[in-house]
T-cell receptor
């Protein structure tokens, strides 16, 4: 199945810094989702995007659905220690119940 | 109130054994899923059920058999466990089939010795 390319694989940043990660694919997706997974927990939905070009915010998080429908990015502003975790992008194609996940971006925030 | 729950949270067993993992959702969703997350944290869908009917069955060994007694439950039975089955298994649910967001359970950590 079509895989999503997520980058970077990991990030080490200082508290207060902004973070950006992205996901790309060679195929078109009709839904893009961003999840966060804390250690020992299941992924939790952060932002869902349903329309090409859509820019959506959730507190300090902002995500965009790429205009080509083949990519999405997630920005975190003014990072804090509790932002630590693994961030996954996920995409779904129309009329396909199969959701594909990126390999994850592991974020470490140093106080 | 737990939306998607799984039992057990941890499962340690010997190679060759048969085990089951249970999943329940109280969100009233129509569709439930099983995912496998390997040691590198890569999430891969295994099965998807909509209204108790199988709609996705990825390339998964026949030793894995999902069972959905009703819309709120999707159990995963694994026969003849192998070392490579060690992983975290996540259950998820969503309302409807197309473009709906999925809500994940806390995961079952399976270790096969």
């Amino acid at each position: 199945g079509q895989q999503l390319n997520q980058s970077p694989q990991s990030m080490f940043i200082q508290e207060g810094e902004d973070v950006s990660m992205n996901c790309t694919s060679s195929s078109i997706f009709n839904t893009w989702l961003w999840y966060k997974q804390d250690p020992g927990e299941g992924p939790v939905l952060l932002i869902a995007l349903y329309k090409a070009g859509e820019l959506t915010s959730n507190g300090r998080l902002t995500a965009q659905f790429g205009i080509t429908r083949k990519d999405s990015f997630l920005n975190i502003s003014a990072s804090i220690p509790s932002d630590v975790g693994i961030y996954f992008c996920a995409g779904r194609q129309y009329n396909n119940n199969d959701m594909r996940f990126g390999a994850g971006t592991r974020l470490t925030v140093k106080p | 109130d737990t939306a998607v729950s799984q039992t057990p949270k941890y499962l340690v067993t010997q190679m060759g054994n048969d085990k089951s993992i249970k999943c329940e959702q109280n969100l009233g969703h129509d569709t439930m899923y099983w995912y496998k997350q390997d040691s590198k944290k890569f999430l891969k869908i295994m099965f998807s059920y909509n209204n108790k009917e199988l709609i996705i069955n990825e390339t998964v060994p026949n030793r894995f058999s999902p069972k959905s007694p009703d819309k709120a439950h999707l159990n995963l039975h694994i026969n003849s466990l192998e070392l490579g089955d060690s992983a975290v298994y996540f259950c998820a649910s969503s309302q409807g089939l197309v473009g709906e967001t999925q809500y994940f359970g806390p995961g079952t950590r399976l270790l096969v010795l």
